[in-house]
């Protein structure tokens, strides 16, 4: 349970904030609940689904790979031009390749660990392939969204999507998303609509 004014976490059940003693709008909710003998869920409305689920854009990932096939490429072609032994350029090629292709790998393994879906009721950040971390935001802790967008990113349509909460960790960033403008139009939709 979180504070509608500062954000802190508290026990469930708290009338009362501990930090700032603002008075916690989802205790009233509970305890209309509790003498109405309706379900949280039904008090709140529909059970909660998935808006969008969205990653990072693979624009850059498949832009290195292809700088790194460019890149291979011409290591095959110098090792044809100067006439190296078969052998020898076979090793000259593997190595390029492999230290080539290890980057847009590292950054297409990047882009595959994060994933943040925006249900009608939380915004989930998922980290990690092997360990996942997940971080859950009420949708009532979020009081900004920003975005922004370099030069270079608009000249792609990218940006990053900046949430500011009420939570301890302040600022939250959606990093290199495509049509950013659309989803923090969805998050905000969202948000009015809980309003």
Same mark, same amino acid.
């Given at each position: ?85 078969? &052998? ?13 292709? &290890? ?93």
């Amino acid at each position: 349970m979180f504070c509608n004014q500062c954000g802190q976490t508290l026990p469930d059940g708290s009338r009362f904030c501990n930090n700032c003693g603002a008075t916690l709008a989802q205790a009233e909710r509970t305890q209309a609940t509790v003498r109405t003998g309706a379900s949280q869920m039904e008090v709140e409305g529909l059970p909660e689904h998935s808006i969008f689920t969205l990653r990072p854009t693979l624009i850059f990932v498949m832009a290195w790979y292809i700088f790194t096939s460019v890149i291979v490429l011409v290591a095959a072609a110098l090792m044809g031009v100067f006439k190296v032994a078969a &052998s020898l350029a076979f090793i000259v090629i593997a190595v390029v390749f492999l230290v080539t292709f &290890s980057i847009p790998v590292y950054k297409h393994i990047q882009r595959r660990r994060e994933v943040y879906t925006l249900t009608n009721y939380k915004l989930e950040m998922r980290y990690g392939l092997l360990a996942k971390t997940v971080r859950n935001i009420p949708l009532r802790n979020i009081q900004d969204v920003t975005v922004t967008s370099s030069i270079l990113q608009r000249l792609a349509n990218l940006g990053d999507i900046v949430i500011d909460s009420a939570s301890e960790t302040g600022k939250i960033f959606l990093s290199e998303i495509h049509h950013p403008e659309r989803y923090a139009d969805m998050i905000m939709a969202e948000l009015r609509r809980r309003s």
